[in-house]
């Protein structure tokens, strides 16, 4: 293999510089994202209503994941796919508070979901172009190094973000508090798509697969794939149980925070703050350990890591021992965050990217439309720290799971 020339090795340096600017875009815009079931639940919205804003891209996405992968398998460059869908996932935080401002208040948990409902079709584009492309411009060897540090300046910039709203969303009343934030915090979205597009990726020549043929051939063809890649279908599986255990606890936490500790909205972002300041730590700490110790090592250490944050925070009302538990939380989720995107490309063959990675997607859409609605559920049936002890549980299963060596 060829050595890179002068202008790859400039092109690769302005990709890694566009994608952690686009970072500082997304995390802006994502500073929100905490506060959005929390602002259901203010207004009144049931169990329900707070799981459907959890479970709503997983619906979409299971029903269009498979055929937008092979869509844009067939695409020569993904890159303007994956800036064009951020942008739209991000303005609907825009909307959310246009709407807030415009119409009476009984209507807003309504259109709201309908916003959100709407962003689960460019989400559903975006979680397959975000890997496609993230892993096109990191290479097999800098995986670790691109998202770590995408990540820490995500985080760095969503510390920052988050601190500035708690002091300051106390200041207006309800929900004019919340439109604001929302209109404002949605302007990160056009900085993200600026950088985002000039990511220069190679022109890619589809594969055989994405070659136009009957429902039927197009299975063949995909069971074919799987059966060539049993490290994929062993690793793809597991993640699964692990991620159902992780998104079966989203609705479940706003609610418990409100509810039964009866935290602030101040409070509430101080939580979110140190969950992702820590994680901060985190993002530089695991590929040095990764370095030392290996991949293995890491996604056993942050599986069961991650099994003590619903368990501990289920078991006290104490503010302050919370956000020490979201804090601990934090670590592990940087390390699970990397080790979770490098071991599932590690499984994945290069020239079938999208496919593989809209297979994998499928997946934890799977988990995104039931898991959050079980939680709620068994909220109702066993109470909100209950619901928070079965996912623990189920985090438990995950990491047994993966203590069984992956197959090669």
């Not at 869509?71 to 064009?84: A, E, G």
């Amino acid at each position: 293999m060829n050595p890179p020339t002068d202008d790859e090795i400039q092109i690769q340096k302005r990709n890694f510089r566009n994608v952690q600017i686009d970072g500082v875009g997304v995390s802006i815009s994502n500073v929100a994202s905490p506060f959005l079931p929390v602002f259901l639940t203010r207004l009144g919205a049931s169990n329900f209503q707070v799981g459907l804003l959890s479970s709503m891209p997983g619906v979409t996405g299971l029903l269009l994941a498979i055929f937008v992968g092979r869509f844009l398998q067939t695409r020569k460059n993904i890159v303007p796919w994956y800036s064009r869908s951020r942008l739209m996932v991000i303005l609907c935080f825009a909307f959310t508070g246009i709407l807030t401002l415009l119409l009476p208040g009984e209507y807003v948990i309504i259109s709201t979901l309908a916003i959100w409902a709407f962003a689960t079709l460019p989400q559903t584009a975006l979680a397959v172009a975000f890997s496609v492309v993230m892993n096109a411009v990191a290479g097999p060897e800098g995986r670790y190094a691109l998202l770590s540090r995408r990540w820490a300046i995500f985080g760095l910039t969503g510390v920052i973000g988050t601190f500035i709203v708690t002091r300051l969303i106390d200041l207006l009343s309800f929900p004019l508090n919340y439109a604001i934030m929302f209109l404002v915090l949605s302007l990160g979205g056009f900085l993200s798509f600026y950088f985002s597009n000039q990511i220069q990726l190679p022109d890619q020549a589809p594969p055989p697969l994405s070659q136009t043929g009957s429902p039927r051939e197009s299975l063949r063809n995909y069971l074919s794939l799987l059966r060539k890649n049993p490290a994929f279908v062993s690793f793809a599986t597991k993640r699964f149980v692990y991620f159902s255990a992780l998104v079966l606890s989203l609705p479940i936490m706003p609610l418990y925070l409100v509810r039964d500790v009866q935290a602030t909205d101040s409070q509430i972002g101080t939580i979110n703050m140190a969950m992702t300041l820590v994680m901060l730590v985190g993002y530089f700490l695991w590929p040095r350990v990764s370095k030392s110790r290996g991949g293995r090592f890491v996604l056993l250490a942050t599986t069961f890591g991650m099994i003590l944050h619903p368990a501990l925070s289920a078991a006290t009302t104490r503010i302050d021992l919370i956000i020490l538990y979201a804090g601990i939380a934090g670590l592990f989720q940087g390390g699970l965050d990397l080790v979770f995107f490098d071991e599932l490309m590690k499984t994945v063959p290069a020239e079938y990217s999208a496919t593989f990675v809209s297979l994998a997607q499928s997946m934890q859409y799977v988990s995104m439309i039931f898991a959050p609605l079980i939680g709620t559920w068994l909220a109702g049936v066993i109470g909100l720290s209950g619901a928070l002890w079965f996912s623990a549980g189920l985090r438990l299963i995950g990491f047994l799971l993966f203590l069984k060596k992956e197959v090669r």
